[in-house]
């Protein structure tokens, strides 16, 4: 589906980009903006996907009553889609509610329990409740008013057995609001799992100048991590490098929602029992890392190599591992349409993978609002035959997908090793359908010297 597009103000737009721009002239990586300053951008995007994206979606699901109920610590999954940047869980009991009034009207967003989120909801109160009433049974009583005032047709709840995203609804809160709403409005209770999970899933066009400059601050902090800067040849290890990227995001007032990693491919060696090697000369080099912040994350996996004495260059059989995984990125985006599923997409890579007579795997996934995001999975590294449910979903304009695989290519200069060139770049598929890579990809090895 498609979703208009409305103006951030561009003060802030500016502002975004001036202050993500401010990079070190050593280390090339942006700093984010301030912590008022993020929640000033952030409170914008959430505006728009309410008014926006929310309205359409209920819609085309046939969806006239959507109830979101949560406790403190209980949060759906949802949740953090639906409030502002300055709330971080729920209050108490937060229950919201949205009702679509028709396509003049639009929808009302009300919250019993918890704030206004900057005036995007209403607070629905009733005064004739004691206060002790109103995080209690009061909150219920108070809902089943709503609903009996509104009557609406179809009435949607987040319980879904495929969907982590659409099953939010605790088997006590289940319980509560089937108490409430009695058996005239359970009955026309539907569960309809793509409202929630294509909520979450769906960007707004505004947020991508911010998430590309996120982008471009991972893969300064891969360069400089592989690089001599950090990695000294016969003396650093892998956890060393890992530490340095984990320490370097929080220095730029980041996190990361995955612990990195940082492997390595040796001639004549295997090397998975160590946990912890030194990185030597002659060795490929991989990671996998992943920057957090406003809500976002990102997710990419890059090559390195670590020039031998005398050596200049990559040596080019491990070159042509790195560009057969490059002509499989090709071949996963160009089956990537919109309205296609991740397991039909997986398909048609696989069987193009063969035909090109690459070995490799596809395991691709959304990303955003959380790394293993919401929408449908392109394979899992286990799955290649496809995802039943999961990978049923299809593509949507406006998502953002991390296309991640590996090819495995024998390595003359090796003696046939095979080395695995594991990659994984993030694209957006745009209002009309076109995909892109957010930034760019990697063609060619990091090197340390």
Not at 99 to 126: I, N, P, T
Not at 318 to 327: C, E, G, M
Request: proline share 5%; glycine share 8%; aromatic share 8%.
């Amino acid at each position: 589906m498609s979703i208009k597009s409305i103006s951030i103000p561009v003060s802030l737009l500016c502002l975004v980009l001036l202050l993500f721009a401010r990079t070190s002239a050593q280390e090339n990586v942006a700093p984010i903006p301030s912590l008022r300053e993020q929640n000033a951008i952030q409170q914008e995007w959430l505006k728009i996907r309410l008014e926006r994206v929310l309205p359409a979606l209920m819609r085309e699901h046939n969806v006239q009553m959507w109830i979101v109920p949560m406790r403190e610590y209980n949060e759906d999954p949802v949740f953090s889609s639906l409030v502002s940047a300055t709330t971080f869980s729920a209050r108490r009991r937060t229950i919201f509610v949205f009702f679509d009034r028709g396509r003049e009207k639009g929808v009302e967003r009300l919250a019993l329990g918890g704030s206004s989120q900057g005036g995007l909801y209403a607070a629905y109160r009733d005064t004739t409740l004691k206060n002790a009433e109103l995080w209690g049974e009061g909150q219920w009583k108070l809902l089943s008013k709503l609903v009996e005032e509104r009557d609406p047709e179809t009435i949607s709840v987040n319980i879904s057995f495929t969907h982590a995203f659409s099953d939010g609804m605790s088997a006590g809160e289940w319980e509560q609001l089937q108490r409430a709403l009695g058996p005239k409005f359970s009955k026309r209770v539907i569960r309809a799992d793509r409202l929630p999970l294509d909520f979450i899933a769906i960007r707004a066009p505004e947020m991508l100048p911010t998430y590309k400059v996120m982008m471009k601050t991972a893969h300064a902090i891969i360069e400089q991590a592989f690089s001599n800067s950090v990695i000294t040849p016969g003396k650093t290890t892998t956890q060393d490098v890992v530490w340095w990227m984990r320490q370097k995001v929080q220095q730029l007032g980041m996190t990361t929602w995955f612990q990195p990693t940082v492997d390595i491919q040796r001639r004549g060696k295997d090397l998975p029992d160590n946990p912890d090697p030194v990185i030597q000369r002659g060795d490929v080099l991989h990671c996998d890392f992943g920057i957090t912040a406003m809500r976002l994350n990102t997710d990419t996996q890059h090559m390195g190599y670590v020039l031998r004495e005398g050596e200049t260059d990559v040596p080019s059989g491990i070159k042509t591992a790195l560009s057969r995984s490059n002509r499989l990125q090709d071949i996963v985006q160009n089956a990537m349409k919109v309205g296609r599923t991740g397991n039909q997409i997986l398909a048609q890579s696989l069987d193009e993978m063969k035909a090109n007579g690459i070995e490799g795997s596809v395991y691709s996934h959304p990303i955003g609002e959380h790394g293993h995001g919401a929408g449908t999975l392109i394979g899992l590294w286990d799955r290649q035959m496809g995802v039943p449910g999961r990978g049923d979903v299809p593509v949507l304009q406006n998502t953002w997908y991390s296309v991640e695989l590996q090819a495995s290519s024998p390595v003359p200069e090796w003696d046939n090793q095979v080395v695995r060139s594991a990659q994984e770049e993030d694209v957006v598929v745009g209002t009309d359908g076109s995909v892109q890579w957010i930034l760019k990809r990697q063609t060619e090895f990091h090197l340390i010297r």
